[in-house]
């Protein structure tokens, strides 16, 4: 079982920068799969950024292609997502997530990364809005 603590939210102007951290912890000892969800208010929760801890093998959502990277501190059990070029629809809860040590799989669709499977372990989240 993992505990993910996200940080790094805040109000930010539309293009400009942000990066969002997810600190893991509890049982880290093997090879586990994360990624970034988001929630605007009144939407579903959408699938973000994807990556596995061992390969560092990434996957995007389509919508974010381009603008936002995915990477890992392995040494350190934090996850980042880096966003760029940030857009007005970009406004929403970021949440990180993270499976527990063992086989996972991130699944991908037509419009790139969907989830990770199993269902993994959430945060509570971290506020971006972009005005």
């Known amino acids: 079982h993992v505990q993910l603590v996200e940080s790094g939210g805040d109000s930010v102007q539309a293009g400009g920068p942000l990066r969002l951290s997810c600190e893991v912890s509890?049982?880290?000892?093997?090879?586990?799969?994360m990624g970034w969800f988001r929630q605007a208010v009144g939407k579903e929760r959408e699938p973000v950024a994807a990556?596995?801890?061992?390969?560092?093998?990434?996957h995007y959502r389509d919508s974010v292609k381009g603008r936002f990277t995915i990477s890992r501190d392995n040494a350190a059990n934090t996850v980042y997502l880096e966003m760029n070029s940030l857009k007005p629809e970009g406004t929403a809860i970021y949440y990180c997530?993270?499976?527990?040590?063992?086989?996972?799989?991130?699944?991908?669709?037509?419009?790139?990364?969907?989830?990770?499977?199993?269902?993994?372990?959430w945060g509570q989240g971290t506020q971006v809005t972009v005005s």
């Open positions: 997530a993270a499976n527990s040590p063992g086989t996972c799989q991130v699944v991908t669709g037509s419009q790139g990364f969907e989830r990770i499977h199993p269902e993994p372990n």
């Open positions: 509890g049982d880290t000892s093997g090879p586990y799969c």
């Open positions: 990556i596995y801890s061992v390969s560092g093998s990434t």
